[in-house]
């Protein structure tokens, strides 16, 4: 089945001349295998068994065999291709014999109908699995809200599958093998370190620094952060830790201020740990402390302070000397990350704002509070401990076990850690040893690792949906009112479940839910690794200006690429904060940017590093998803805009179409073309010369009309109707010469001289020029498909498995429901948690 | 002694599970005889390099035959039968009696993947497109559960960047299963150490009694999830049967592990050895790899095991930029398949076939019973892709080694056009030549003789 349904999606999705505008009466054909005979199967044979019978089979779809009995073997998926594509009028191909458009309803009407009788008749059970393992995502986040700190130990798991367009957190997909187990183990014996201390006073390590404003006369002093160009022996050049734990809680704390120039508000400033980002080694490993905005002046110094856990930071193993090891270092740095989006590349230092930075004073762990809050919340202070030692033991698992099962555990599973806890306590010894043993077997057990699916019991269908619904809006466990609503059994009211789901988008934590989802919807991790062309973008990444690096990217030195996937998961998070409607992903009245991107986009008047909302003009050509730089660079050679990965990714992401990769034996485009296609200024050339072999011609006429509009935007994303003409050398960029934007937009315009076309008709469409006439095509005449596309996929990323024939009712009924309020983003979601396919719960229960 | 029953019921439980193929240690009871260390060894490696190799003029990965055929193609000669040599192959000459290869093979499974992806299923062989979202068991593993009760680790999985990776982008040859891939190790000094210095210098006794406590929570734990196994519909109970058998892998390793502790760890000599090296000097770094591959053999730690020498996903690691730093080459090392410069892709391939003969003058040079350690190691070398293209279609395969195995070498075999056969039918014969008596592995119509004859 996935085979038909793939080839067939291949082929192009015509406008949908059904079910718009449409006055005719749908002639009525009777609702049995009589009707079969009447009026189907005449009309599969006028319009397509010709090409679909035994032996041409094209696209190797058979129709010839269906008899109208909708219940045989794998019929119902059948049909429901056939319903679909008569729907979408992607059959008969142009040129071929078309139906009337009543034929056409009255047939797709006869077909609906009876899969629907068959879906509402058989209740057999559904084949995949519904026991979904815990992603490597929700298991980060889900430890976070156990434990009460964050550690990360995403790192330390085997990656999840990716698939593009796919989520990962499906069960088919979600496996386990001895491998992942093991990693599990040492990620709850790592995490069990960490949550319970010993109950000794630690000791304390600490480090501090101060700097003076030394060597003014060579230009920056020594207690500043410049953007580039720093010295050694100032902040930017980092504090080495003269000791540190293997766990705890830090504190850094910092006495710091801007020297801003004329019309510049603030600074950004980043403080890393981890190695010296100065050291020459071919793997720098640092992580964030915190980032902060800088606006005072140095006259009025302001004290900052930060907190995280060291087991999160990655220490630089000691080097053996003289068969010594030397103890692990670590190095706070300080990273000025001001971006006006102009290019920071040293020649202009002391015109852009620098950090002061007095002192700077490291400690840890924190001792304010011993035993910190995470150990005391796992083995609480109670009289227990000494007068009754094992009631003490037995309440501290139960405890724990309710938190780490999402429900309360039964005295049987509180007794198997109990007799865990024995086990282990002889040879460990301390009670914290033992529990630290203990509970990190808690966390490799199923129950833990699994969100189960309890079939029939009433009272666990009430927990399960409330981590159903914590893990679909914040891919991590539960809290305590979901909890607590569970107990009392008034989860599955649509009133409550509304109220809940809203409450948790308003939720910081749903922020991760917008970007794991957007990430997978859109295939969005490509765009980071698509290879840039720096002779023709030398201002999109930052590279290491001299030395052996020279040539590299700067690494840990966040670039207008990072800035543009924050400003897709930022844009999607937006419209649902607004409860806007889905169709802002094709136009939108705002963007969702920063200073580097306003600049990038051309877009004025936008100050600072932090994204945020911004009105727009069409002038800006911006607006929607369509012309974000995370898809058009992702889409992209790096060199030149691609039509067909753009043209794919509008219909896999937007029109939800499932398109099939190139046929293995099609030869590639640089075959057929001459010519590479990483070099290529114009790929549109290369594809109207691949399109001249019928070979390619078949697929192609189908895919290339859609990625053609996208062409007035280059690979890094930025509006650009001209290109350099083939052939000629590209004026290499001087940055002296072009330092500003205005000199950069100069140079841009002497090396692009060649106009590009965006126009093509899209199949059984009409002539379309460019975005802006792509984006009102797509509102006017594809809004419901592009409504129904995001249902599905936000219902198929909440269950965790793929769709089938039998959900295509319950997306029916959402559409429905949702086209009322114009397909409203939040109202979708809520919408979503209350059907049945996603709570599992009959409606009888609920009271709906 | 109740511990003893108890374990006996486990092993009993396990045997009468249905897991024979994942679980194959079960066939170990034997692990503390000594006969089995008479046997002479019979390894395998797989091993990979990325991005296809250069071939100019070669369509789809079979030379056009010209005359004289071209100095710097992958492929030795044109012709398939006995070998003569070119300048890209020549570091293999002085091994001519030991290799073979192979032209026209590959796996249909990674045939749409596109070349960035076929990788997955180098040594796996999986229809990863159509049926088998999430890989399948590898060759080394098909092996690995036969025989890897033998010899203390049962594989050993490198590779250059370490991890998984995931799908479509794997970082690893070997895989145990669906959805299970073994992550690659890739840090030399962390190989070292794993391989020769498990106990991280704690006494035994004190391993010994740390692997008792471990065997004894797990069987606590797989009590624990048969409950929760049996409260669930039939489909989610096959998911939680993917966990039990997970978790009584580790258990089976813990008690393997120490069953091994009483025998003492093999003395190796570090010599030469820098285990400190890093990806910017590859030649150094890629021999150690292979040198630790080489020990492990040595010391008969190990008899089967995948390297993946680069991915076609290396952009995020340093691999990225490995020719720069072998060729001097200023770019991408990816960059070198897709624009393929006549100067440097030649230069490339050779520098590539310098350090596996290196591996495979290794083995010769030490010798073995009435041979050499080469004639009882097969190895095989390629990539999922023949050249810039991103066709997945005729790999570009070489096999060494195993003369005392049944192997024959000494010509270019080839199977393009009406002799095509799967890839899969080389994999079932290595198998069987390394004591595997499999019949069929992913999709073969059959053995291939033709490396025996």
């Known amino acids: 089945m996935n085979r038909l349904r793939f080839f067939l999606a291949a082929i192009i999705v015509a406008i949908a001349s059904f079910g718009n505008g449409f006055t005719l009466p749908a002639e009525e054909i009777p609702r049995t295998a009589a009707g079969f005979k009447s009026h189907v199967a005449p009309f599969l044979e006028t319009y397509c068994i010709h090409c679909h019978d035994s032996e041409t089979s094209k696209g190797q779809i058979t129709l010839h065999a269906l008899n109208g009995d909708l219940s045989a073997g794998r019929e119902p998926e059948r049909w429901d291709l056939i319903l679909r594509i008569l729907e979408r009028g992607e059959m008969p191909p142009e040129g071929e014999l078309q139906p009337e458009a009543a034929e056409r309803k009255g047939v797709a009407e006869w077909i609906a109908a009876g899969l629907r009788e068959y879906v509402q008749q058989s209740h057999q059970p559904s084949l995949v699995p519904a026991t979904r393992r815990l992603t490597n995502f929700e298991y980060q986040n889900t430890v976070r809200d156990l434990l009460g700190f964050e550690l990360k130990l995403i790192d330390q798991l085997p990656q999840d599958p990716v698939k593009p367009y796919h989520f990962n957190n499906t069960a088919e997909m979600m496996r386990i093998g001895p491998e992942q187990l093991d990693r599990y183990l040492q990620c709850a014996r790592r995490a069990m370190a960490s949550a319970i201390v010993d109950p000794a006073m630690p000791v304390v390590h600490q480090t501090r620094m101060e700097w003076k404003p030394w060597g003014l006369e060579r230009g920056m002093g020594g207690d500043e952060v410049g953007v580039w160009g720093n010295r050694r022996g100032t902040p930017a050049g980092g504090m080495g830790l003269k000791s540190f734990p293997k766990t705890g809680e830090f504190r850094v704390r910092m006495q710091a201020s801007a020297i801003l120039p004329a019309g510049v508000n603030e600074l950004p400033l980043r403080l890393v740990m981890g190695y010296g980002l100065g050291e020459n080694l071919a793997t720098l490993l640092v992580e964030p402390i915190a980032d902060i905005r800088l606006s005072n002046n140095p006259d009025e110094p302001q004290v900052f302070e930060f907190r995280g856990r060291i087991e999160n930071f990655p220490p630089r193993p000691g080097l053996i000397v003289k068969e010594t090891r030397q103890p692990d270092s670590m190095v706070i740095t300080l990273q000025n990350l001001y971006d006006d989006g102009t290019l920071n590349d040293g020649e202009r230092n002391l015109a852009l704002p620098r950090a002061v930075v007095n002192w700077l004073e490291f400690e840890a762990p924190i001792t304010d509070v011993w035993p910190p809050l995470h150990h005391t919340r796992i083995l609480f202070e109670s009289p227990l401990r000494e007068s009754d030692p094992p009631a003490y033991i037995q309440e501290v698992l139960k405890r724990f076990l309710a938190r780490a099962y999402r429900r309360p555990a039964t005295n049987e599973e509180v007794a198997r850690f109990v007799a865990v806890y024995e086990l282990v306590l002889p040879e460990l010894g301390s009670l914290e040893a033992a529990m630290r043993e203990t509970l990190a077997m808690v966390m490799i057990s199923p129950q833990f690792l699994y969100h189960t699916v309890a079939k029939d019991d009433v009272v666990l269908q009430q927990y399960e949906l409330s981590a159903k619904l914590s893990y679909f809006l914040w891919g991590s466990m539960p809290d305590d009112e979901l909890l607590r609503l569970a107990e009392e059994g008034k989860l599955a009211e649509p009133s409550v479940i509304e109220a809940q789901v809203r409450r948790l988008l308003a939720d910081q934590r749903s922020y991760q839910f917008v970007d794991n989802f957007t990430e997978q919807w859109l295939s969005l991790a490509k765009m980071k690794t698509v290879p840039i062309n720096r002779e023709l973008f030398p201002r999109f990444l930052y590279y290491v200006p001299l030395g052996e690096r020279a040539g590299t990217e700067v690494p840990y030195r966040p670039t207008i690429r990072d800035y543009m996937h924050q400003e897709t998961v930022g844009f999607m998070a937006e419209l649902i904060r607004r409860n806007a409607s889905v169709l802002n992903v094709v136009d939108s009245d705002f963007a969702y940017i920063n200073q580097p ?229 939040q109202d979708m979601i809520v919408a979503i948690c209350q059907s049945e396919t996603f709570t599992g719960i009959k409606p009888q229960h609920s009271k709906k | 002694m109740s511990k003893n029953s108890w374990h006996l019921n486990r092993r009993e439980m396990l045997r009468g599970g249905g897991v024979a193929l994942a679980l194959p240690l079960l066939n170990s009871m034997s692990w503390g005889r000594e006969t089995t260390d008479q046997e002479l060894p019979k390894r395998m490696l797989v091993s990979y390099f990325a991005y296809g190799a250069y071939m100019p003029g070669a369509i789809n990965g079979v030379p056009a035959g010209n005359d004289p055929h071209d100095d710097w193609s992958w492929w030795p000669c044109s012709q398939p039968g006995p070998l003569t040599f070119n300048k890209s192959s020549a570091p293999f000459e002085p091994l001519k009696d030991y290799i073979t290869y192979l032209r026209g093979l590959d796996h249909q499974g990674g045939w749409t993947m596109g070349g960035h992806s076929s990788g997955d299923v180098f040594a796996t062989g999986a229809d990863m497109t159509e049926h088998e979202k999430t890989n399948n068991i590898s060759i080394d593993q098909v092996a690995a559960n036969l025989h890897g009760h033998k010899t203390r680790y049962a594989s050993l999985v490198l590779g250059t960047e370490g991890g998984t990776g995931s799908y479509g982008s794997s970082k690893t040859l070997s895989h145990r299963g669906p959805g299970q891939p073994i992550p690659s190790l890739h840090k030399p000094q962390d190989i070292f150490n794993r391989l020769f210095n498990p106990y991280a210098g704690q006494g035994v006794e004190q391993v010994r009694a740390g692997l008792k406590r471990e065997a004894s929570i797990l069987d606590l734990m797989v009590d624990h999830s048969r409950d929760l196994q049996n409260r ?222």
């Open chain 1, 597 to 825: 991107l306003a600049a990038h986009y051309g877009v004025d008047g936008v100050e600072g590093i932090h994204l945020r909302p911004v009105p727009i003009k069409p002038e800006h050509h911006l607006g929607g998803l369509l012309t974000h730089g995370s898809v058009l660079v992702g889409n992209g050679t790096g060199s030149a805009p691609h039509p067909i990965y753009r043209a794919v990714w509008l219909r896999e992401a937007i029109l939800g179409d499932e398109v099939k990769p190139p046929p293995a034996d099609v030869p590639a485009l640089t075959d057929t073309a001459g010519e590479s296609a990483e070099k290529a200024l114009s790929i549109k050339d290369l594809l109207a010369a691949h399109r001249q072999k019928t070979s390619c011609n078949e697929c192609h006429v189908r895919l290339d009309p859609w990625g053609i509009p996208f062409e007035h935007y280059n690979a890094i994303g930025k509006f650009q109707p001209f290109v350099p003409k083939e052939g000629t050398r590209v004026n290499a960029f001087n940055k002296l010469a072009h330092a500003n934007l205005a000199g950069y937009a100069a140079y841009l315009q002497s090396i692009n001289t060649v106009e590009i076309h965006a126009d093509s008709r899209v199949p059984r469409g009409p002539e379309i020029d460019g975005i802006e006439e792509l984006k009102s095509y797509l509102l006017n005449l594809r809004r419901e498909e592009i409504a129904e596309n995001m249902i599905r996929r936000l219902l198929t990323y909440s269950i965790g498995r793929e769709l089938t024939y039998r959900d295509r009712f319950a997306v029916e009924d959402l559409i429905k429901q949702t086209k009322q309020n114009e397909f409203k983003l």
């Open chain 2, 232 to 453: 669930l519909g039939r489909e989610d109970q096959q998911k939680m049967e993917e966990y039990l058998e997970s978790i009584r892998a580790i258990e089976q390793r813990v008690e393997r592990t120490s069953q091994w502790t009483h025998k003492p760890l093999p003395n190796v000599d570090t010599k030469g050895l820098n285990l400190e090296v890093s990806h910017k000097d590859p030649q150094e770094y890629i021999r150690c790899m292979y040198d630790l591959i080489y020990l492990a053999f040595q010391t008969d730690s190990t008899r089967f095991a995948t390297l993946m020498l680069e991915s076609e996903s290396s952009s995020n690691s340093e691999m990225w930029n490995y020719a720069t730093y072998a060729l001097g080459y200023k770019g991408a090392t990816h960059d070198i398949a897709h624009k393929r410069p006549a100067d440097y892709s030649g230069q490339w391939d050779r520098w590539r076939a310098e350090q596996h003969a290196y591996f495979l003058q290794r083995l010769r040079a030490t010798p073995e019973a009435d041979g050499n350690m080469l004639d009882r190691t097969i190895v095989l070398w390629g990539s999922a892709h023949p050249h810039a293209s991103h066709s997945g279609r005729n790999y570009p395969l070489h096999l060494a080694g195993g003369n005392k195995l049944g192997l024959k070498h000494g010509k270019l075999l080839a199977f393009e056009g009406e002799r095509k056969v799967p890839m899969a039918n080389l994999f079932v014969s290595m198998l069987n030549a390394v004591d595997v008596p499999v019949e069929k592995f992913a999709d073969s119509t059959g053995t291939m003789d033709e490396i025996r004859s």
